[in-house]
């Protein structure tokens, strides 16, 4: 089993930043991949990024390409969100997720974290 823990969420203007973090505990060494997904209100789960923990490997979704920023910390086996110039429809729960490979579908990823709320005011 891996646990994950999510941080660092909050409310900011738009245009602010925030950065989320995802402690891992556990089996870790079964998960290669870490990601973050959202959730907004009545909508679906979606993809945000991931991150291998072998060489760093990192994919964005289109949406957030150029503003979010992922990053990994194996000594502490934390990954990180970092989320600059935020805007409103940036405003859902974000997830962290554990799998074994850099995919963007929410059944790739076997573990899930409870969430964290992000909130970005207009």
């Known amino acids: 089993q891996v646990q994950l823990v999510e941080s660092g969420g909050g409310l900011v203007q738009a245009g602010g930043s925030l950065r989320l973090s995802c402690a891992a505990s556990g089996r870790t060494f079964r998960s290669n991949a870490m990601g973050w997904f959202r959730q907004a209100p009545g909508k679906e789960r979606e993809f945000v990024a991931a991150?291998?923990?072998?060489?760093?490997?990192?994919y964005y979704a289109d949406s957030v390409k150029g503003r979010f920023t992922i990053s990994g910390d194996t000594a502490k086996n934390t990954v990180y969100l970092r989320m600059n110039s935020l805007k409103p429809e940036d405003t859902a729960v974000y997830y962290c997720?554990?799998?074994?490979?850099?995919?963007?579908?929410?059944?790739?990823?076997?573990?899930w974290g409870q969430g964290t709320q992000v909130t970005v005011s207009s």
């Open positions: 997720a554990a799998g074994p490979r850099l995919l963007v579908t929410t059944v790739s990823y076997d573990y």
């Open positions: 991150i291998k923990w072998s060489g760093g490997t990192s």
